[in-house]
């Protein structure tokens, strides 16, 4: 993916984009998570919807100054791993991730059809505060928070499997700047607190850094990401209990 030597050379404005992402948006995320912690217990906690929208802006204006920045250096869109290709790699990169999205999204039809399945997903997410909260409740957050499961999807890729593995494979090679990548995608999501939700988070990670470096592109990082991140607010807004008391058949129809 960003092999090809000799790489293009850094910017001002590319540096300024890589401590944006690589120090400032980890810092961000995790101080407006305490001051949102803080906000709830003194009462006066924000609308889950506000916080959906502020992720979605914050996500596309920094993926637009991205973009914006290198297309304004002259680089191709490609090299940033926007690309697709009739490579086996690629195919075989994108087979697996329709493979392991779907898999993962045939949960959404057991967390329907089963209360117990439900029950278990409501235990897990007792213990994960950090997750539970950000998750929706309602017909609106869940809508909402398919925009932010799509937004990730896109986004998050561009930014942390493309421009800044690109960034830091300036100082090493590319294996180490994707796992130095990893590290700082990981740490931007430490407001889901527990080990085990930052593990799942570090696992899907790496699971996407591997398929971006074999494909060359971030085309099948994107399509898993987003199907992730759909499926996981599908279950969760399927396993609220007001579907308990109503018969499987129907529970799924409350979700439309």
Request: proline share 5%; with cysteine; hydrophobic share 50%.
């Amino acid at each position: 993916m960003f092999q090809a030597p000799p790489l293009a050379p850094l910017t001002i404005l590319d540096f300024g984009l890589l401590a944006l992402i690589g120090v400032g948006m980890p810092i961000y995320c995790w101080i407006e998570h305490q001051r949102e912690l803080k906000r709830k217990a003194e009462g006066r906690g924000r609308l889950l919807l506000f916080e959906y929208w502020q992720t979605i802006f914050m996500l596309w204006v920094s993926t637009g100054l991205v973009i914006a920045v290198w297309v304004s250096s002259g680089r191709p869109l490609g090299h940033l791993g926007l690309t697709t290709s009739s490579n086996p790699w690629f195919l075989g990169a994108l087979g697996c991730a329709m493979a392991a999205g779907l898999a993962y999204g045939a949960q959404v039809l057991i967390i329907r059809r089963s209360p117990r399945a439900r029950q278990q997903l409501r235990r897990v997410l007792a213990e994960q505060r950090g997750v539970s909260t950000v998750l929706p409740n309602s017909l609106g957050e869940v809508r909402t928070f398919r925009l932010v499961a799509l937004t990730a999807g896109v986004t998050e890729e561009i930014l942390f499997r493309g421009f800044l593995v690109w960034g830091l494979a300036h100082w090493m090679p590319v294996w180490a700047a994707a796992a130095g990548a990893l590290l700082i995608f990981t740490l931007s999501h430490l407001y889901q607190e527990t080990p085990r939700a930052l593990a799942g988070v570090f696992v899907g990670g790496a699971i996407m850094t591997a398929l971006t470096l074999i494909s060359g592109s971030l085309i099948p990082a994107m399509l898993l990401h987003a199907l992730v991140d759909l499926a996981g607010g599908e279950m969760a807004w399927i396993a609220r209990p007001a579907n308990d008391d109503a018969p499987a058949a129907l529970a799924g129809d409350q979700c439309d």
